[in-house]
């Protein structure tokens, strides 16, 4: 196969990066993506990089720490129960450098929390 050769590469380079480029932009991948993150294991993947941008830290328990909120069904403070999945938000410290992670609380008592402290 022609792509396997560095030399291929090298010479076609620009072509095969812009023939890369058209296809990550046709209505086909972006379908794909779209399929993917309604998939369960393509919306713990978004909801995990959410964690890590929003600075969580897990020590490397990340499908532990998935499981235990996926599994959980009612505020652990006011025990509301979760509607959507946008009612869920987990808790963690900011002022701590390693596991920072508290409890999984509905939105009201999370801004509550925050207030607080």
């Known amino acids: 196969m022609p792509f396997d050769s560095k030399a ?5 380079r620009d072509a095969m990066r812009a023939k890369q ?3 990550d932009r046709s ?6 993506r779209r399929l993917y993150r309604k998939s369960p294991s393509g919306r713990k993947s ?17 499908d532990e720490l998935w ?8 505020c652990q403070i006011c025990d509301k129960k979760f509607v ?15 596991y920072n992670v508290r ?9 509550s929390c925050n207030e607080v402290q």
């Open 8 to 12: 291929y590469y090298a010479k076609n």
């Open 21 to 23: 480029r058209a296809y």
């Open 27 to 32: 209505d086909e991948r972006k379908q794909a």
């Open 46 to 62: 978004a909801i995990i990089c959410q964690w890590r941008q929003h600075g969580i830290n897990c020590d490397e328990e990340w």
């Open 67 to 74: 499981n235990w909120y996926d599994s959980t069904s009612s």
């Open 84 to 98: 959507f999945t946008k009612d869920k938000n987990l808790d963690h410290d900011h002022n701590i450098e390693g």
């Open 103 to 111: 409890s999984i609380l509905c939105t009201r008592c999370n801004h």
